[in-house]
């Protein structure tokens, strides 16, 4: 199972756009590449989920290089709202046997006015 | 829709006493996950299943046990509680396109 590598915190002041980049250089072939939003007092929840090039949804977009040994979730024109832990998950998700889902240590990004 | 629902939502314990926490998707998920998160830290996976009557380690299992009897729930059992299994336990299944869904979790103090 890849292991990841994020930043522990991050500051941001409301408006801004906020890159926050997971390392996974041993990702697998199979690996897709996950990100789960945390509040405080919350069960995670996902935001957006990817393997290569770009993909983008309503919340945020998710970039991978070619050699997909990191990702960067960016957040446009971030809120106080979006002050919680962010999560980089690596793992075969569309494995149908014994699959270890194992969350890295998150990136804590505080928003300010 | 429920999603997934965690059964206690808080619980206090005496050192050595045993309790059960529930876990219950009405999604059909066949993937479920038990994780604690210690303040401040992040998710640690004790325990998961792949399916009704299967259940493997995760990082931290020791000091848990689990059952699967059902598919639509997920148990975690403390034999013997100890202060330092004091923790918010979270649940989660996953769907086949792998997204995970998390319960509201369930907070522990083991005094």
């Known amino acids: 199972l890849a292991k990841t590598t994020q930043p522990i915190s991050m500051d941001s002041y409301e408006g801004q756009e906020v890159n926050i980049t997971c390392s996974h250089n041993n990702i697998a072939t199979n690996d897709y590449i996950t990100w789960y939003q945390q509040f405080p007092s919350q069960g995670p929840r996902f935001i957006i989920?990817?393997?290569?090039?770009?993909?983008?949804?309503?919340?945020a977009s998710l970039f991978i290089p070619a050699d997909r040994k990191s990702s960067t979730l960016s957040l446009p024109r971030v809120s106080l709202s979006d002050t919680a832990v962010y999560y980089c998950l690596v793992g075969d998700l569309m494995n149908t046997g014994f699959q270890k889902l194992v969350f890295g240590t998150g990136t804590r990004l505080l928003v300010s006015p | 829709n429920a999603g997934v629902t965690q059964t206690p939502k808080f619980r206090v314990l005496k050192t050595g006493q045993s309790m059960t926490l529930l876990c219950a998707q009405d999604m059909n998920h066949e993937y479920m996950y038990w994780y604690r998160q210690d303040p401040g830290m992040g998710l640690r996976l004790i325990h998961y299943s792949v399916g009704e009557g299967t259940t493997a380690?995760?990082?931290?299992?020791?000091?848990?046990?689990?059952?699967?009897?059902?598919?639509?729930?997920?148990?975690?059992?403390?034999?013997?509680?100890?202060p330092s299994q004091t923790s918010v336990y979270f649940c989660a299944s996953r769907g086949r396109d792998g997204e995970l869904?998390?319960?509201?979790?369930?907070?522990?103090?083991?005094?």
Do not use: C, H, I, M
């Not at chain 2, 380690?57 to 100890?82: C, H, I, M, T, W």
């Not at chain 2, 979790?105 to 083991?110: E, F, I, N, W």
């Open chain 2, 101 to 111: 869904f998390f319960g509201e979790g369930s907070r522990l103090t083991v005094l």
């Open chain 1, 49 to 59: 989920q990817g393997y290569k090039t770009k993909v983008t949804n309503e919340v």
């Open chain 2, 57 to 82: 380690k995760g990082e931290v299992p020791d000091g848990y046990n689990v059952s699967r009897l059902k598919k639509q729930n997920f148990l975690l059992g403390l034999e013997s509680a100890a």
